[in-house]
């Protein structure tokens, strides 16, 4: 199936630990992103990945670090989990042709207790 | 500033139309998507509007006036299944960047 799939899609942590959410899109794409949503509904982008190379970076803090080994992929990785950090992670692709709009995973629920 | 204003809920009755009203405010707008997301699902793409005017697509249609920073979704001969958050986001600047909502949560009632 041509998709965006994210792992896992659920997490439960405890504050304190690290943990790392993949994603994979095989609809040959250029660009990747990774979005917050929270308990509020309100989806806010985080970073996005031209062809490897980090083109938004929004104010988030350091602890969150995205990597891209290459166009068909990019991970988050979240160092020090805070209580504030469960939300629901959506990772999107979209086309060069923005008529096609973003295509999104499944999302990983990530609480922190 | 970048801004996005929707209703929050919105109650219509199945067979009916309802039509779904977004403003915004951002300098160097390209373009206007509507998104649908089911309950515990991810977004899913329903139109992108670049132009002035009404884009029809089945049952839902999407409207968009650039210079009064407004647009609106609407939806036709409204199923259960329509029953769902409605996300307004506005694309601005380079690299796609992609700005939303909060979305409207509609329900539809028999």
């Known amino acids: 199936d041509t998709a965006v799939s994210q792992t896992p899609k659920y997490l439960v942590t405890q504050m304190g630990n690290d943990k790392s959410i993949k994603c994979e899109q095989n609809l040959g794409h250029d660009t990747m992103y990774w979005y917050k949503q929270d308990s509020k509904k309100f989806l806010k982008i985080m970073f996005s990945?031209?062809?490897?190379?980090?083109?938004i970076n929004e104010t988030v803090p350091n602890r969150f670090s995205p990597k891209s080994p290459d166009k068909a992929h990019l991970n988050l990785h979240i160092n020090s989990l805070e209580l504030g950090d469960s939300a629901v992670y959506f990772c999107a692709s979209s086309h060069a042709d923005r008529g096609y709009g973003y295509t999104f995973g499944s999302g990983t629920r990530l609480t922190v207790v | 500033g970048q801004n996005i204003d929707q209703p929050t809920e919105m109650t219509a009755t199945e067979g009916a139309i309802v039509q779904i009203n977004c403003t915004y405010q951002?300098?160097?707008?390209?373009?206007l998507f509507w998104y649908q997301q089911h309950a515990g699902e991810a977004p899913t793409f329903l139109s992108y509007?670049?132009?002035?005017g009404l884009e029809e697509k089945g049952r839902f249609s999407s409207f968009l006036s650039r210079s009064k920073g407004y647009s609106y979704l609407l939806l036709k001969e409204l199923q259960m299944k329509d029953s769902a958050s409605y996300l307004c986001?506005?694309?601005?600047?380079?690299?796609?960047?992609?700005?939303f909502g909060t979305g409207t949560k509609l329900q539809v009632i028999p």
């Open positions: 990945y031209n062809n490897k190379e980090l083109i």
């Open positions: 951002t300098s160097g707008f390209n373009g």
């Open positions: 509007n670049v132009l002035d």
């Open positions: 986001a506005f694309y601005s600047g380079g690299y796609q960047k992609v700005t």
